[in-house]
């Protein structure tokens, strides 16, 4: 299960709910939302109960706040930082798209759509996240590196933290987050068809149904540890300020 705590303040904006007013000027000035109405927003999602394999907290926790809310109410595995240096940030982040209808993202430079500006899924109109100008990325990449990025010592200190280069390929950046896990691989070889077989059912297109396209965001976590509720891992802050 991916949650993503920007997806969740994103999708309030477009649908003009309070949170989404109360958050939409901040987030499209790159500025951090206050702690109170993120700490709401996790605990609400966290709630729902619908994780119960486990979850990855994409965006979160991004202050030393956050980090310590984290740490006292959860279970937490692991912490995947995805190191890309902000000239990499920089160039993806502004090749970014979202779809207007649907909200899937896409990225000029690893994922296009098939037909320019068109978003494969709905046919909706693919246009930059308001947060997506130089102007809103300096401010972000300011507060990964004076906030988000020392919050990384925190779950140091606890050996939760795996550094994987998000500079390759996000196929070549997912195996090595396995590797360094110790998750057997994603595509495990399909057994040989009978002789007799037509066809592997295999439709084409994106290999894994996901057509985000950037390697700064996510953490893993494994299903639980004998405990009833609470198992997540982390990664501060989407590890950069590009998801
Ligand atoms: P993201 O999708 O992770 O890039 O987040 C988009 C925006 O949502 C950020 O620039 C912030 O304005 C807000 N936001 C998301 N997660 C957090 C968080 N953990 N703390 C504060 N603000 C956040």
Redesign the pocket.
């Known amino acids: 299960m991916h949650i993503?705590?920007?997806?969740i303040?994103?999708l309030n904006v477009q649908q003009h709910t309070k949170l989404g007013a109360q958050?939409r000027r901040?987030?499209a000035a790159?500025?951090?939302?206050?702690?109170d109405l993120?700490e709401g927003v996790v605990k609400a999602r966290l709630a729902e109960h619908d994780w119960n394999f486990g979850f990855i907290i994409?965006?979160?926790?991004?202050?030393e706040r956050?980090a310590e809310f984290f740490l006292e109410s959860y279970d937490i595995d692991g912490v995947i930082h995805l190191d890309m240096p902000d000239s990499e940030v920089r160039r993806r982040v502004l090749a970014r798209r979202l779809c207007s209808g649907c909200g899937m993202d896409y990225n000029l430079l690893a994922s296009s759509p098939q037909e320019a500006g068109k978003c494969d899924v709905c046919g909706g109109e693919l246009i930059p996240r308001e947060?997506d100008t130089e102007e809103?990325l300096a401010v972000?990449l300011r507060d990964y590196h004076q906030k988000t990025n020392p919050v990384l010592d925190i779950f140091r200190r606890k050996e939760y933290v795996v550094t994987v280069d998000a500079r390759p390929d996000r196929e070549l950046v997912q195996q090595a987050i396995r590797a360094k896990l110790g998750l057997p691989p994603r595509d495990l070889p399909r057994p040989a068809p009978a002789a007799d077989s037509k066809a592997d059912g295999q439709p084409g297109g994106k290999a894994d149904g996901q057509p985000s396209g950037q390697a700064g965001?996510q953490a893993a976590s494994q299903p639980g540890r004998g405990q009833p509720s609470g198992q997540p891992a982390s990664q501060p802050?989407?590890g950069q300020?590009?998801?």
Do not use: I, K, W, Y
């Not at 993503?4 to 997806?7: E, H, K, L, R």
């Not at 790159?30 to 702690?35: A, Q």
């Open positions: 993503s705590v920007g997806d303040f994103r958050v901040t987030m790159g500025e951090l939302v206050g702690d993120v994409d965006g979160f926790p991004r202050n956050q947060d809103a972000r965001g802050g989407g300020p590009g998801e």
